[in-house]
């Protein structure tokens, strides 16, 4: 452990600057977004010299801690607010600072034009800063600070233009999906104190080899609870959709980069727990698993070309799971996927924020078509970003994925066949639907109105995609070459060197399928999608069709089985509390006023009835003792 | 003579006393009442001395008489104070704590 001092700058930076600019007000309206964006670049500075810094250090010297001050001290029970920055949190460091930066500089041309621009990249800040807090924090109190604090950033960056009724509910059923999976991170911090008396990621680890295996299967559960929560995961996804209600730059940075990846961070940040409990490890499994198929179907459908790319954030986010679940080996796979992730998604969605700057927002690929040939910087760079989701080699999505998938068949017997085979269809729907988006944006014939006058981005917007698309194309076989990220993470997540036990197929073997079928979906598309596309969805369609329109019923689902029960229970206890706990209530307010109105008429005023009374007590008194004394 | 006399002539003066509180409005006579009360109290008390044969009740009539010097001081005052602002002496007319 090396002991630093400038750590705190990456989180007090962004968050100063962040109450400056919304302390100020207006004044700061004039440069505002141009010290939010300094301030994110410097944060990326500090964390590069960092990170070089770390690679010049060896061993366990490599991470670095910084104690802030005692947070909480009771009795044996100390919570220190210090900062970790190890080799799993510089890659998280990074690319929240990276494409945060990137995505600052997009925002100052994407939201020139709306006048509380100040006020978003407040937003933007505060998001960083609680962003940088979760992935530094040493124990899970002080990630659940971080945690928290990206909650916050992103609801009010999701309902930004809260002055549309659905957006402000889009942000508020965001924050309440949030608010379920906190409860469950709350959970578990509890059961972590009670098991092991300690909340930092330490002694979590130093007490699982003693802790009861029904502890540590709920505490993982409820840590996947946590993590099902902030990303998106089944059963708690329905939110994902609904959060491209915000700028888009916004859904770049937090709902496909960055917030979306904190539960992937929480695993593999507990990775001792999981390891420790085959139970809550297949549980990971097999919500990683579900919600990858999930997010690809729903991504067939979506005419919207976020909610598309939503949908496919959330399928991807589950290959990242389902990798997490897969044990010490996936761990480093799942951050190899994070990260080239990071690049393509953000690319693509700064890539659709280009396309609806300018075509007057609207988002339908039904009314795009032929959009390549207005805007070649952004189809480029799209393109790329496509190529690597889809897993083309040598694109940064064919070495993570293809990874996830051999470690999938590895894992063996039936569960490698399940989970490698719904990895395998995942990547296929994967190239079915952005093929999709890609062919109805980009290619066919015009579609849209002639008032949208589609014209190329400017410099600050197509820059950021640009040096996206690069990460998109390089970034995977910079991680890959001579297993560098695979090393990089071994002391954090897989001290014990562990590797796949046996080969389910020669790696080349699988890589040849996952292309295979990737191409069947790919080839699909275009068939489909080549032509006569029509301007209106079709509505004589199948009812599979429509199920998967509706997010595959998910909403009816909550709705059905939670939201209308829960009301019901609401409206009932409205009623008992006006009926039955009121009435008690104003029963007793009733009884006191009338005895008191009797009661008052005692109260004459004249010495003599007063001395009567108490003659009368005192006579009462003497003839209570005597009769009790007899 | 049977010394429980006393007692009764002790429970009639104090029974004297208390009506004449209850009944009379008279403030002076309202307070006379509550001294003859005191004393009733008081030849019981040296009474009781007398039938146990010790000193103790007599002790406790000296405490009262000084309780009830310390009353007349206050309470006359009181009532030359009341009879200066309403020209009127009577418990009657001080009733200004009703309702």
């Not at chain 1, 010049?56 to 947070?71: I, K, V």
């Not at chain 1, 990630?143 to 009010?156: F, Q, R």
């Not at chain 1, 029963?587 to 005692?602: H, P």
Request: hydrophobic share 55%; with cysteine.
């Amino acid at each position: 452990m090396t002991t630093s001092t400038h750590l705190v700058y990456l989180i007090a930076l962004p968050l100063v600057s962040s109450a400056i600019l919304l302390l100020l007000g207006r004044i700061a309206d004039k440069w505002g977004h141009i010290v939010a964006t300094l301030v994110s670049a410097s944060t990326f500075a500090i964390a590069a010299i960092e990170f070089f810094q770390m690679r010049s250090r060896s061993g366990d010297a490599r991470a670095a801690t910084q104690n802030l001050f005692t947070w909480i001290s009771v009795g044996s029970f100390d919570v220190h607010a210090s900062l970790l920055l190890d080799q799993l949190s510089i890659c998280f460091v990074l690319l929240i600072t990276g494409v945060g930066t990137l995505i600052h500089i997009y925002s100052i041309a994407y939201m020139s034009h709306d006048h509380d621009r100040r006020r978003f990249f407040a937003y933007l800040n505060l998001f960083v800063a609680a962003m940088l807090l979760l992935v530094l924090g040493d124990s899970y109190l002080n990630l659940y600070v971080g945690w928290e604090g990206v909650g916050l950033a992103s609801y009010l960056l999701i309902g930004f233009w809260n002055q549309k009724p659905t957006y402000a509910v889009a942000a508020k059923k965001a924050f309440v999906a949030n608010r379920v999976g906190d409860i469950g991170l709350s959970l578990a911090i509890m059961i972590a104190f009670a098991q092991f008396g300690s909340v930092s990621f330490t002694g979590v680890e130093a007490g699982v080899p003693h802790a009861s295996t029904g502890a540590l299967t709920a505490l993982g559960a409820m840590l996947l609870l946590a993590a099902a929560g902030k990303s998106a995961q089944f059963p708690l996804q329905s939110w994902l959709g609904d959060a491209m209600a915000g700028p888009t730059p916004v859904s770049a940075l937090i709902h496909a980069a960055t917030m979306v990846t904190a539960g992937v961070y929480l695993i593999t940040r507990s990775h001792f727990v999981f390891d420790a409990s085959p139970t809550a490890q297949t549980m990971v499994l097999i919500v990683g698993g579900i919600t990858l198929l999930f997010g690809a179907l729903v991504g067939t459908a979506k005419d919207d070309i976020k909610k598309a790319l939503a949908a496919s954030t959330m399928s991807q986010i589950g290959y990242m799971i389902l990798a997490t679940g897969l044990g010490p080996v996936g761990y480093a796979f799942a951050i190899m996927h994070l990260l080239t992730h990071g690049f393509f998604k953000a690319g693509m969605f700064l890539g659709a924020g280009s396309v609806m700057h300018g075509m007057n927002d609207e988002v339908n690929m039904r009314r795009y078509g032929a959009i390549g040939k207005v805007m070649p910087i952004t189809a480029v760079t799209f393109g790329l970003g496509y190529l690597a989701i889809i897993g083309v080699p040598p694109f940064a999505g064919f070495y993570s994925k293809d990874k996830i998938i051999e470690t999938a068949f590895n894992a063996g017997g039936t569960k490698g066949i399940l989970v490698g085979g719904a990895a395998l269809l995942g990547a296929a729907i994967t190239a079915f639907y952005m093929t999709r988006v890609i062919v109805l944006t980009f290619t066919g014939t015009k579609r849209w109105d002639d008032e949208a006058h589609p014209h190329e981005s400017p410099s600050l917007m197509w820059i950021p995609m640009v040096v996206l698309a690069v990460g998109s194309v390089a970034s995977g076989f910079l991680f890959n070459s001579g297993h560098a990220l695979v090393n990089w993470l071994a002391p954090v997540v897989n001290a014990a060197g562990e590797h796949d036990a046996k080969e389910f197929l020669p790696p080349l073997t699988i890589s040849l399928m996952a292309l295979g079928v990737v191409s069947v979906g790919v080839a699909i598309a275009i068939l489909k999608y080549r032509s006569n596309v029509a301007v209106e969805a079709p509505e004589d369609v199948s009812i599979l069709t429509k199920i998967v329109r509706r997010d595959l019923l998910q909403d009816d689902f909550n709705d059905r089985v939670l939201v209308r029960p829960g009301q019901a229970l609401t409206k009932f206890f409205v009623a008992m509390d006006n009926t039955f706990i009121d009435g008690i209530v104003r029963g007793v307010g009733g009884v006191i006023a009338v005895s008191s109105t009797n009661l008052r008429k005692i109260q004459n005023g004249y010495v003599r009835s007063y001395a009567l009374i108490m003659v009368i007590g005192v006579l009462a008194l003497i003839a209570t003792i005597w009769m009790v004394t007899l | 003579m049977d010394i429980s006399n006393y007692l009764y002539l002790s429970a009639i003066l104090f029974t004297i006393g208390a009506v004449g509180v209850v009944v009379r409005r008279n403030a002076i006579v309202v307070f006379m009442c509550v001294e003859l009360m005191l004393n009733a109290a008081n030849l019981a008390f040296v009474t009781f001395s007398r039938i146990n044969g010790d000193l103790v009740g007599q002790v406790a009539s000296f405490f009262t008489m000084v309780v009830a010097a310390c009353e007349v001081v206050v309470g006359l005052a009181i009532i030359v104070t009341m009879y200066r602002s309403r020209r009127s002496a009577s418990v009657d007319d001080a009733s200004l704590l009703k309702r």
